[in-house]
Nanobody, 122 residues
């Protein structure tokens, strides 16, 4: 399983971005997916997850109402739409996949992609 994240960039506070994660796995449809983020010197933190069917999602409190995670089975791609970005959202964002449970701890995820950097300036 390989994951490739894209869509990061440098934006002003209040702007929007869409992150995408392409998953190269024939069994993509059975994987639960998630986004995490990490700031240098801090632990990787959970942002959002979505189950294999796309019918169940969960978000960290600090992104509720601003970020939306989604997936399209036919495209093997997961997205996260981010609006009202603020400087605290600056981080490297990682997509992850698991065949176990759509959960919050990073340890639940078996597969990780290389991160994409999001920088939000005030």
């Amino acid at each position: 399983v390989q994951l490739q994240a894209s869509g990061g960039g440098s934006v002003q506070a209040g702007a929007s971005l869409r992150l995408s994660c392409f998953v190269s796995a024939y069994y993509y449809g059975s994987l639960h997916m998630a986004w995490f983020r990490q700031v240098h010197g801090k632990e990787r933190e959970f942002v959002a997850c979505i189950n294999w069917s796309g019918q169940s999602t969960n978000y960290a409190d600090f992104v509720k109402g601003r970020f939306t995670i989604s997936r399209l089975g036919g495209e093997n791609t997961m997205h996260m739409d981010m609006v009202s970005l603020n400087p605290d959202d600056t981080a490297i964002y990682y997509c992850a996949a698991t065949s176990w449970f759509a959960a919050e701890p990073p340890s639940e995820y078996q597969y990780w992609g290389v991160g994409t950097l999001v920088t939000v300036s005030s």
